[in-house]
């Protein structure tokens, strides 16, 4: 029974680190795709996107909405690594763990435009960090509101007690 209750003491711990992981292997996998293979990836959702708000379909309306959709993409995935590295690091009960999260986060960003540097047909872009690091921030401020309230609403119980 004691081992059972240390595991659900950490398990919020062992579950941002799988996700972390997680997210840590996908962005490996996509900056590793070459340019076809990346563009094919997106070009799914673009099509999907296209049709579904039955817009023309163009070249300028493409690279456009293909433009749009993997920034998005760059964002929301670093927005899931960066509520995952707070999460994390909040769990080891470090005392500042927005600091240790923006940290990884930035590296992260820089590190996967870099990696794209060595697939054929792909590029490294400064703007795609800076989207990647907003996504870290706004994944990170996430995850602390909720931590906040939730400590808010712990201390009202406790002092309602």
Same mark, same amino acid.
């Given at each position: 029974?004691? =081992?059972?209750?240390? @595991?659900?003491? #950490? *398990?919020?711990?062992?579950?941002?680190?799988? &996700?972390?992981?997680?997210? /840590?292997?996908?962005?490996?996998?996509?900056?590793?795709?070459?340019?076809?293979?990346?563009?094919?990836?997106?070009?799914?959702?673009?099509?999907?996107?296209?049709?579904?708000?039955?817009?023309?379909?163009?070249?300028?309306?493409?690279? =456009?909405?293909?433009? @749009?959709?993997? #920034? *998005?993409?760059?964002?929301?995935?670093?927005? &899931?690594?960066?509520?995952? /590295?707070?999460?994390?690091?909040?769990?080891?009960?470090?005392?500042?763990?927005?600091?240790?999260?923006?940290?990884?986060?930035?590296?992260?960003?820089?590190?996967?435009?870099?990696?794209?540097?060595?697939?054929?047909?792909?590029?490294?872009?400064?703007?795609?960090?800076?989207?990647?690091?907003?996504?870290?921030?706004?994944?990170?401020?996430?995850?602390?509101?909720?931590?906040?309230?939730?400590?808010?609403?712990?201390?009202?119980?406790?002092?309602?007690?």
């Amino acid at each position: 029974m004691k =081992t059972i209750d240390r @595991i659900k003491g #950490k *398990l919020p711990l062992i579950i941002s680190a799988t &996700i972390v992981l997680i997210t /840590l292997v996908a962005l490996f996998v996509f900056s590793g795709q070459n340019g076809d293979e990346s563009s094919a990836t997106s070009g799914v959702i673009v099509d999907f996107v296209v049709r579904l708000f039955n817009l023309p379909d163009d070249a300028e309306t493409l690279n =456009t909405v293909t433009l @749009i959709i993997r #920034k *998005l993409a760059h964002f929301t995935i670093f927005l &899931i690594l960066g509520a995952s /590295l707070y999460s994390f690091t909040y769990f080891l009960n470090l005392p500042r763990p927005y600091i240790s999260t923006l940290i990884v986060g930035l590296a992260s960003a820089t590190i996967n435009e870099l990696q794209q540097l060595t697939s054929p047909g792909r590029t490294a872009s400064v703007r795609d960090v800076c989207i990647d690091f907003a996504g870290v921030v706004v994944g990170s401020l996430i995850v602390w509101g909720i931590v906040r309230i939730v400590k808010s609403r712990k201390n009202k119980k406790a002092v309602d007690k």
